[in-house]
């Protein structure tokens, strides 16, 4: 062989060593984010022939496809829209549009997902008709209709967590919206009543259990002041605070008064454990005050505070912020300043009290499931972190049910079964009050953790309470689960 020859070979064979790497780079690495990339027309024109998965619940499907008589070949329909909105979303290939489930599992669910290659090169040879795969989801939707129908008309959302395992198994909001109206392939349909919902200033568009615009969580949070205090080795449930009717913030002219207007029971000082249960905001602003900044914020995190979720919707991350004077401090020991939360990070909260002091990581989905029934993907448990050592967690369990059995908590109260909770009524400035709860049940082998918000004082402006309001709530969810 020349040496000519022997150069070209040697070019022919790094040119074909380059085309094949780079072919699988595109074919393997990148084909998800190909696939899902809107500049994609090939990708898109396919899906239309795709009959998409169907999203499982309970067994059943609440988002399927049905032939349709135009171009796009298959039409979306959603089963009680409205009780699954925020959890299915909706998709709309007459505009290219998708959210909720249908978008963050779109490849899965349209077949052109990285797993499915193989499926798909299967279906080539076979000459079978191209099918998304379904996704089976951890919700109950018994639980699901039971939190959506006890927020009723009132403007709020719930979580429902199985403590365990992270599986959610509730998440309603309210308002909600119907998702078929929006997966109508009538593009000037669809926009006017896409428009419609924008302009609506209830805001039904918004997730309001992962999202939207976010709540202060007011004393509910005292549950991770109360935690921060036990985790620092310095504090138990029967250390004192000073119990005065007045508190004058650090620095500041303000002051902050207990919502029952005198002290935080009788006596010049008042445990942590009574002060939690009788939901006073002054002894937990000047235990807030007492920690400091960092030690509050560093136990908020290991909850989740200022992490955003995949679960696989994503979450907004709950907010305490860094570097926050003495002032706001004390303000963030009963939930209000420049604190906020969502109803997800709420109920993680007590979901990790609940699990022996381990926080797991939310999720939605259980398995996803091929067009042949096979079992693609299962998706595991995994653990956040821990929170609290089991000790410790133990006593937070104790003023938790001590807060529903005899405190601030009472309407959580489930007949035959030991509750533990915390309510919040948090101030908005002169807006209604945003009314929280938050616990699990049963104490003892907890099954579900729950929490709750419900947004413009339920209706009551400035005179409704997370006790009145958002606590009955939760009990009815509770139950559901209880009474599967």
């Keep these: 062989m020349t040496k000519e020859l022997r150069r070209l070979s040697i070019v022919m064979l790094l040119m074909f060593v380059a085309l094949f790497v780079s072919t699988s780079v595109i074919q393997v690495v990148q084909a998800d984010a190909l696939q899902q990339n809107p500049a994609n027309k090939r990708a898109l024109y396919d899906s239309y022939q795709v009959q998409r998965g169907s999203i499982v619940a309970s067994g059943a499907a609440i988002a399927s496809s049905v032939p349709s008589d135009d171009i796009y070949s298959w039409q979306r329909v959603y089963e009680n829209p409205a009780v699954w909105a925020p959890v299915t979303g909706y998709t709309n290939p007459a505009l290219g549009s998708a959210t909720g489930i249908e978008l963050a599992l779109n490849g899965v669910l349209s077949g052109t997902g990285g797993a499915q290659f193989l499926t798909r090169v299967e279906r080539l040879f076979t000459g079978q008709p191209p099918r998304g795969?379904?996704?089976?989801?951890?919700?109950?939707?018994?639980?699901?209709?039971?939190?959506f129908d006890a927020l009723g008309d009132m403007q709020g959302a719930v979580v429902a967590i199985e403590p365990s395992t992270g599986r959610i198994l509730a998440m309603a909001t309210s308002p909600s919206y119907d998702t078929n109206a929006l997966a109508t392939h009538s593009a000037d349909q669809v926009n006017a009543t896409y428009q419609e919902l924008e302009d609506d200033l209830?805001?039904?568009?918004?997730?309001?259990?992962?999202?939207?615009?976010?709540?202060?969580?007011?004393?509910?949070?005292?549950?991770?002041?109360?935690?921060?205090?036990?985790?620092?080795?310095?504090?138990?449930?029967?250390s004192t605070l000073p119990n005065p009717g007045i508190y004058q913030l650090p620095q500041s002219s303000r002051t902050v008064s207990n919502a029952s207007g005198g002290t935080c029971g009788p006596g010049d000082t008042v445990t942590i454990a009574d002060a939690l249960r009788l939901s006073c905001n002054i002894p937990m602003a000047e235990l807030a005050v007492a920690l400091g900044d960092k030690a509050v914020r560093d136990e908020a995190q290991k909850y989740g505070f200022n992490t955003s979720f995949q679960l696989p919707l994503t979450s907004t991350p709950s907010s305490y912020p860094a570097s926050l004077d003495d002032p706001q401090t004390a303000l963030s020991g009963f939930g209000q300043g420049q604190v906020t939360a969502t109803p997800l990070q709420m109920a993680m909260v007590s979901a990790g009290i609940a699990n022996e002091g381990v926080v797991m990581n939310p999720r939605m989905v259980d398995r996803v499931i091929a067009p042949d029934l096979s079992v693609q993907q299962t998706f595991e448990d995994s653990e956040f972190g821990r929170a609290l050592d089991?000790?410790?967690?133990?006593?937070?369990?104790?003023?938790?049910?001590?807060?529903?059995?005899?405190?601030?908590?009472?309407?959580?109260?489930?007949?035959?079964?030991?509750?533990?909770?915390?309510?919040?009524?948090?101030?908005?400035?002169?807006?209604?009050?945003?009314?929280?709860?938050?616990?699990?049940?049963?104490?003892?082998?907890?099954?579900?953790?729950?929490?709750v918000v419900v947004e413009n004082g339920g209706g009551q402006n400035q005179s409704g309470s997370g006790d009145e309001i958002a606590a009955p709530i939760a009990k009815k969810v509770m139950e559901a689960v209880l009474g599967r």
Aim: glycine share 10%; charged share 15%.
């Design 202 to 238: 209830s805001h039904p568009l918004f997730n309001r259990a992962i999202g939207g615009d976010l709540n202060p969580p007011g004393s509910t949070f005292k549950l991770v002041v109360a935690s921060a205090a036990l985790a620092s080795g310095d504090y138990t449930p029967q």
């Design 133 to 147: 795969s379904n996704v089976e989801l951890t919700l109950d939707a018994g639980v699901q209709q039971a939190a």
């Design 390 to 451: 089991e000790d410790l967690a133990s006593e937070m369990v104790a003023m938790m049910v001590a807060n529903v059995s005899d405190g601030a908590a009472s309407n959580a109260r489930i007949d035959g079964v030991d509750v533990a909770g915390k309510t919040g009524t948090a101030e908005n400035g002169d807006r209604p009050y945003s009314l929280w709860f938050t616990g699990f049940a049963p104490a003892e082998d907890p099954q579900v953790a729950v929490a």
